[in-house]
């Protein structure tokens, strides 16, 4: 065909043409007619085409066959190989079958060979155990006639001393022998155990039970042991031991048993009355004389038998053995006594077994005696404390567990923990002992058991009826009431007799002393009876305060049913009412019962328990608080009464009254009350003559005649105040007392002297309270002048004003202020706050009043004249003023405090004031109008916009309130006028002159004081007089502002605090920044002659500040080394750190004889040391002489001792001294012990130098001797000292002061808190010695007291030291040891150096005998 190139390979033909064509349903037709349809879908179709298609066709066709051809011709090869492995397999299976039936026939013959031999090797096997098992019979039985024969030897039958306990040995080995070996059934063996083992046996059984018995009955410990040795070593030993127990517990049963019953008793008392002879019958008896005398032969009986169980219980301690124990101790062998082994198999120790069941027998015999006889029921339970003494101490060597009595293996029995659940009260506890044993207690088991199952109920119903009968001395202090018929005849002479029901029923009410003194002595006997039982004691103890408790509430009851009524209390009654008679009846009846409680809780010859002391000293401190405040209640109504009086302000016989009143308070209360309330009385005499104060501070008007009487009543009322407060033994010293004499003054002034009263801190009245002054002026300047008091501002009466001034509680703070025009200067929660701004509105509104009237008069022009001269006055006296006024007015003023002036004023605004200023000069001032039109008028001076709040109230600016710029202050000198502006502002606020020179203020770093005296604010009554304009925007140009950091310290600290002491403390606070910054610096090299020059300037500050010439006369002569390290050390200037040795002196004695010759000071020669003699304060050089100012530090705690400060991470040590007990009354005189309790020497020395100058103890002949008084002698002097001496010197003194104080130590270690140890700190040992020959190491000890890391430092060692190390802990200490070899003294000291450690704190010994590396 043609067209070659398009014929496809069979490589090109798809295998999924294959696949469609051996398709089983593949159809050529169709397949034809689809391709044809593929290749050209129009209908003609060429010829050409259908040649393509069908060579298409064949190519398939052959490249198909091709294919199969090649699958068949490799599949048959396959099949090839597969037969031929078949057949080799085949073979193979062969030749294994026949190497199989070899096998097979060689095992036969060879199980053929080994068969016959092994049967006979059975065979005679058999054979030979048989006869083994024949052996050992003969064996066994050949050593059972040994034993026998040993037994025989061991217990002879003839007259030779038999030694049962290697019989008993031999006993039980045969017993073993027959046991283990079967030998039963022999002839021989069997006839020599019926004829010769048995025999013996029963004899050694025999021989062991009577030497036990014997011995236990005679005491005799040996026969015992020898007797359980016997039983031991039969094995016997712990039933022979139950059997004692039981026999001796049949004998007791049989003792005790009918002893006690009632009829035999009874029988007892018949038998023994007959037999009387006596005529008056003293020697006739009763049922409880006869039941005593057989308890007593009882617990003799048990005494008895229990001395021989106890004997049996020591020996079976006392023997051991050594035993195989159970499989818990890996099969070990212990020593383990004999009781051990009793004990496990009986389940306790012997003593405790036997106790046990004859606490039972005793128990039931006692019981049932009460069971059938009510009469020795009672007889037991009201003689308890005889029951228990009859038990103790007879029972005491059974009881005592430490001297070898009843000790139980067991924890507690089930009853006993039963009762100690039941019993929540007292239970056991081992501080209960009994008087008359002190070697018992009751947490011993065995007197637990004899009170749990025989002496709980007679102690249950013996303290019950104690209870009962404590109870019943009370209830007869507190009879019924009377019946309604005696109620209404009392009624019927009461009205008869013209006396009032009350004072029946307050009669009534009060119990008999008598009866009070019953229920003491009721408590006293019934613990008396019980106090030689302390778990008695104690409960008895609880019931009386139970007892006391419900007298206590009786009495409360009463006393709240008496105070309810309201005319109780009457101050101005003649004589004293009979409910308050009452109330002070009942008050001192408990006040009795106190003192009778207290005098039972002293020691006497036989003291009470300490839990019964325990139970009465509660009781009586109860007593005490139910007195103290039963006592304040009433002293709270007359208070209140008398109070009362003093506030009535408008009654004309207040005075009369409130005398009469105290009078009233001291006879009618005070004295009948045997109760002495010191505290409560000195504060209700202070609070009258407050309360007294506070009325003559608002009295008005004070007329002659009335200042004349208060001048005479006030001594009257202080008189009035000493006699009732002397009555318990008060003195009236206080600072209430104090007001009212300095109050005496102030009446005689007008009210311009009582306005200087209060700028002048001098005067003798300046300790009286500033409210008191403040109330006081405004009330009498209101009352000479117009104005306004505070009570009418309030809109309340002049009764709450005081009430609200004296700080009364029972005024009702949130009514007081009624008007809304100041209800927001009234601060319900603070009074003084609220009366104080009330005070200062009134003085406010006073003063605009005043002056406000002074503007209302006519003013009159200024001569053109006169305005020439005040504006030629103003551009001369002031920096800038460009602001001239057309017309001017003058008119005249006078302040509230008499000053007077003139104003000069525009048509608008205020512009001058002509006044007198402080300082004593009269000048033209200007108003703040004035300077808003010349800002730079005045020089300026800023404060921060709190500050300015204070000034607009009335407040000078203080020095702590003033911003300082970074140029720093102006040169202003004291008097010159300056303006006053807020921080940032340009305004001014105020104007006013300065107090100090702005030099001072510089140069003295933290000065505090008045900076400026305010002359004239904004928003004050010449401002208001103007047009009342607000400050304008002035730009800040020129001004230089504090920094951030300042402004923002401010803010921080004047949030809820006073803004001045707020501004105070943040001035403060930058400061110390600023000495910390300048200290941190880098130290600077200071030559020789500039640290000369620092030690005289030292000297030179500390003789114009410190050791100035009006103090320290008495304080020479001074040591040498005091000077320096006291006074000079902390004078040196400011970041100076004075050295000795840097200066060209390089000792101290050089220096000061230098200063000896500059003449600046004297020196002596005082045994040895130099000492100052004498000072020259006249020196040329001190005269010319500033003294500079000292860094201000940050102030500690009060009383706290200094810390020094550490450099870098060096530890520091502090010496510090403990107040002891002795000297505590001393530095309590003058409050000199601080809250920590340490101090430095220093502060010790200073204490003592107050004390001394406190008392005027100085000698006038010798300063340097001090007169010694009684604090003096009872802290530092002996016994010798004090009777001899009457002086001594001063410095002797000190130093004793110190020696008798605690020294201790403060520790701190960098990165941790400090620590006071007492003493002196312990050192760090480095010892270096030799080990094992000429082997050399180092050792350090200590290390963990100054937080040094052992395991560190071991490290460290090893690697500087190149050498081996190690931590060691040391034996019975708690500390190690770190440990290197070599002679490494040097390179370990330099470590513990730069950890922290100083020198002084390293011990090293050396003992190596080496030097050093």
Known sequence: MAGGSDVATP???????????????????????????????????????????????????????????????GTHEQILEQVLGVASVDVTLEQVEDQVREIKQYMHALRTKIRVPYEQALEYTNQARNLQLATQHVRATSKFMQLVRRLGVQIPEGEGRPDYALAALTLVDIERLVASSDLCGIDVVDRALAMEVAPRRQQTMDEANEMLIGGMRRQHQSDVGSGLQILFNLGVISNAVDTRIQASITALHTLVAGRIDPRALHAGVREHNARATAIDGRDMVGIDSILWTRLEDMIDAVLSSGLEVRVLERVLQRKR??????????????????????????????LALWWALAVDTITAEIRSACDESSVVRQILTNSYPRLVQLFLPRLEPLLAARLGGVISVRNAESSVASVLAADGEIGYASDFDLAQSPNVQYSDWGMRVLWTRLLSVFEAEYVSKAASRMDDSVTRCFPAPPPAGLVDA????SQRHNTKRDELTAVNTVPNRKLVASVVRSVGTELEMAKSDARLCAMVARAAARAIASFVAVTKDQLASVMSNPQMVDPCAASAHPLTRSVIGLINCVEALRVGVAELCQPNEQPLTASAQAVLCTCRDELQTFIDAQSDV???AADRAISSALLDVDDPSLWSRAEHALQWLQTQVLEPLDARPSRRIHLMTDSYLTLFVHTVCATMPLTEATKLRLASELPQLEFACSQAASTVGVRVTGDAYKSVRQMRPLLFMSACDLAQVLGDKSAEWSSVPELDLLNHVVCRVATEGAGVVPHELLECSRREWLGCVAGSAFVESTSVCRN?????????????????????????????????DDLSKPQSALRESACRSLITEAQSTFLEFNFVPTKLQTQKFVSHVGDKGDIISSSTDPLWIRTTLPTSRAVLVPTIYTQWQNPRMLPILWTWPVVIEKLVGGADLMTAGLVVPKSGLPVLTKGSLVAVCAHGEM????????????????????AKGKAVLVVHTYKDWLWEAGSKDEPPEIPVDSVEEAGVEESAAVEDTTAGVDTTDAIEGAIEELSVQDAAESESTAAVHVTPAEMDALLMTSLKQVMATVLDEKHTGEQLPIAASTLFSTYMLPNAPRN????IKKSSYKKLAKFLKAMEKHGLLGLKDIRGETHIKSLNWKHADLSTYTPYAKAKRVEKAEGAPAVKTQKGNMIGLEELLRVPPALRPLFDDVNGEPESGYMTRQQARSVLETYIKKHNLVDTRNPRNIRVDHLVCDGLLTKDEIAKLTF???????????????????LTIPGSPSVVRQGRPPFVDILCEKKMGNKVVTRAIGLEVYGVDPAMLAKELRVACASSTSVDPIPGKKTVTVLVQGHQVKIMTKLLHARGLPADLLKVTDKSGKSKK
């Open 11 to 73: 490589e090109s033909v798809g295998r999924q043409q294959f696949d469609e064509l051996l398709d089983p349903s593949f159809d050529a037709t169709h397949y034809a007619h689809e391709l044809v349809r593929r290749r050209d879908t129009s209908l003609e179709l060429k010829a050409d085409k259908i040649s393509s298609i069908m060579n298409d066709l064949c190519t398939t066709r052959d490249a198909l066959d091709a294919r199969l051809r090649a699958t068949v011709l």
């Open 321 to 350: 053995d050594v035993l195989r124990v159970d499989a818990r101790t890996d099969g070990m062998r212990v020593d383990a006594s004999y009781l051990d082994v009793v004990a496990a198999q009986l389940g306790n120790r012997v």
């Open 490 to 493: 009392q009624s019927t002479w």
């Open 634 to 636: 009433l002293l709270s």
């Open 820 to 852: 809304s025009e100041i209800q927001h200067l009234w601060d319900t929660r603070d009074l003084s706050v609220s009366c104080r701004a009330v005070i200062h509105e009134c003085l406010n509104r006073m003063l605009k009043h005043k002056l406000a």
């Open 987 to 1006: 305004a001014a606020r105020a104007v006013g002159v300065m107090a100090v020179d702005t030099r001072e203020i510089r140069e003295v770093v933290g």
């Open 1136 to 1139: 100076a750190e004075l050295d």
């Open 1288 to 1306: 001594y010197p001063r410095d002797k003194l000190q130093q004793r002061l110190q020696d008798r104080m605690t020294l201790c130590t403060r």
